[in-house]
């Protein structure tokens, strides 16, 4: 009888053959992920599994052992979604930082005219969680989503994310004027830390790291502030300014790499291209660096194709 995983995880997949089940077929059905409002999260994950299993069997046939399964996580009760982004996967994290939630997986296994399904339930302990911890663990699931894309095992892939916090409070991209505003004048005669987490891989080989730099505006008034936001600089921006477009009118001191404010840390990058043999600064003082095809993915392409966010845990 053949097997089929009515699942697209690469961790599912491993799984199976860890335990020796190897040769089966790997079905993604599709599904509507929608359940009953007030269903447990136990009940939910045996509904899904149940409806993928359906979904692939209506694909295969009634021949093959159907094994389905889905994974939820809940936090007090609620269930936490997949993050939309970045900035929502940080919010995730920080959520269950120092704290302990659950994991609940529903399998379904369908074949001969019958399906059993069950759950199993996981209590998980996170102690407390740094900015940097938590921007390093985002960049690196950006990373392996970005090396199951290439699809190529001697790509060099370079991933990065940036974040700005204030005070322990982590500023995002500014959804309007009012919210750039609201930013910038926080901003003003303050100290701000700009963190990036960069993610280099190639082959089997993954390697993370974080930079931070502390930047200090000075004292903005209403009028600035107003000006710069009608550039159209801030809305696309973390912190809601380009520290290499005209918001350098506002900066009294970096403290750290200045390339990092704009979002990559050559200094960083630099040495971990070298831990690779990527990258090499000659006695002479040139650069040798391998060349190749270069390609760029951008976040929407990473969560549409490969769903980084699914599995930020």
């Known amino acids: 009888m053949d097997i089929i995983l009515a699942s697209n995880s690469p961790r599912r997949r491993e799984l199976l053959e860890q335990v020796g089940i190897t040769g089966f077929q790997v079905i993604s059905p599709d599904v509507d992920e929608r359940v009953e409002p007030g269903l447990s999260p136990a009940g939910m994950v045996e509904e899904l599994s149940l409806r993928k299993a359906r979904a692939a069997a209506d694909k295969t046939g009634p021949d093959g052992l159907i094994i389905a399964a889905d994974t939820v996580v809940a936090l007090d009760g ?15 994290l920080s959520a269950l930082s120092g704290r302990e939630h659950r994991v609940y997986t529903g399998v379904t296994v369908l074949g001969g005219g019958r399906a059993a399904t069950e759950h199993e339930e996981t209590a998980v302990a996170f102690r407390a969680l740094s900015p940097e911890e938590i921007v390093a663990s985002i960049c690196r699931k950006k990373g392996e989503a970005a090396r199951a894309l290439a699809g190529d095992p001697e790509a060099v892939i370079i991933s990065a994310d940036t974040m700005v916090f204030l005070e322990g409070l982590r500023l995002g991209k500014p959804r309007d004027q009012v919210d750039a505003f609201t930013m910038l004048s926080a901003l003003s005669g303050r100290t701000h830390q700009v963190r990036t987490g960069v993610t280099v891989s190639r082959g089997e080989r993954m390697e993370t790291r974080t930079e931070t730099t502390s930047v200090a505006f000075r004292p903005l008034n209403q009028d600035e502030i107003w000006g710069y936001i009608r550039t159209g600089e801030p809305f696309d921006k973390a912190g809601g300014y380009g520290v290499q477009g005209k918001a350098a009118l506002f900066v009294r001191k970096i403290e750290g790499d200045y390339f990092n404010v704009m979002g990559l840390p050559l200094f960083l ?45």
């Open 269 to 313: 990058l630099g040495g971990m291209l070298a831990d690779f043999g990527i990258l090499e600064i000659a006695k002479t003082g040139t650069i040798a660096i391998e060349r190749g095809r270069s390609t760029i993915y951008d976040d929407n392409k990473l969560k549409e194709e490969y769903n980084y966010g699914k599995n930020v845990l």
């Open 78 to 92: 609620a269930v936490l979604g997949k993050p939309r982004d970045g900035a929502d996967a940080f919010a995730m």
